[in-house]
């Protein structure tokens, strides 16, 4: 089946501790995308890569790091510095990076940080 | 102002009510326009995509963008129960390479 895999759906963590989330999609897509969502917030871009070994910080990409060394693959890491790490974390995939953009979402993983 | 506002609700209406959900944007440069489904805690998933101005239907649902106004549109016609979830707006400029910018969501619920 084609499509977006995050893992794990859930995940807790230590407050101080980095955690890295996975993303990974085998439609071919050219771009990828990571959302935070948080409740009454919608949908805040962390970070985009619309080619291997490249991407582009989004509107709130302080605390969070990425990788873009397959085409398939663009992990999240959740570093200590990032002050609200709680919310539900999505990943997308869009089939052209040059646009126009129809996104496909993975079914997220939540992530909460004690 | 906030480049694409959306009423959060939450919207609760009959089963069989034809469903009018909105948003509003600012920016001119807007050309391509969706509308996600959004089901609790799972992701969202591409209801409809439009192009410029005009009407797009898919069963029951039809998309309007009205792009003198900076305002879209997504109805539902015999709304049911399992439309009860949370509607996204979302639209990107022309130029490629941009992100979607999304509104908050709008909470439907559809009782039966």
């Known amino acids: 089946d084609g499509g977006i895999t995050q893992s794990p759906k859930y995940l807790f963590r230590k407050e101080g501790q980095n955690v890295t989330l996975s993303c990974e999609q085998n439609?071919?897509?050219?771009?990828m995308y990571w959302y935070r969502q948080d409740p009454g917030q919608g949908l805040r871009l962390i970070y985009y890569?619309?080619?291997?070994?490249?991407?582009q910080k989004g509107d709130i990409a302080e605390g969070y790091s990425v990788s873009r060394e397959k085409k398939e693959s663009f992990p999240l890491t959740v570093t200590s510095a990032q002050k609200n790490p709680t919310a539900f974390y999505l990943c997308a995939s869009s089939i052209d990076r040059t646009g126009p953009y129809e996104q496909y979402f993975g079914p997220g993983t939540r992530l909460t940080v004690t | 102002q906030k480049e694409v506002e959306q009423d959060p609700g939450p919207l609760s209406v009959p089963e069989g009510a034809i469903v009018s959900l909105n948003c509003t944007y600012s920016?001119?440069?807007?050309?391509?326009f969706m509308w996600y489904r959004q089901y609790s805690r799972k992701g969202p998933e591409l209801l409809m995509y439009t192009y410029s101005s005009g009407n797009k239907e898919d069963g029951r649902f039809t998309a309007q963008v009205d792009k003198s106004s900076k305002y879209i549109s997504l109805f539902i016609r015999d709304s049911q129960p399992s439309d009860s979830a949370t509607y996204l707006c979302?639209?990107?400029?022309?130029?490629?390479?941009?992100?979607?910018?999304f509104g908050k969501g709008t909470r439907l619920s559809v009782i039966a």
């Open positions: 439609l071919n897509h050219d771009a």
């Open positions: 890569s619309q080619i291997v070994n490249d991407f």
């Open positions: 920016n001119s440069a807007f050309q391509y």
């Open positions: 979302a639209m990107s400029r022309n130029s490629g390479n941009t992100p979607l910018v």
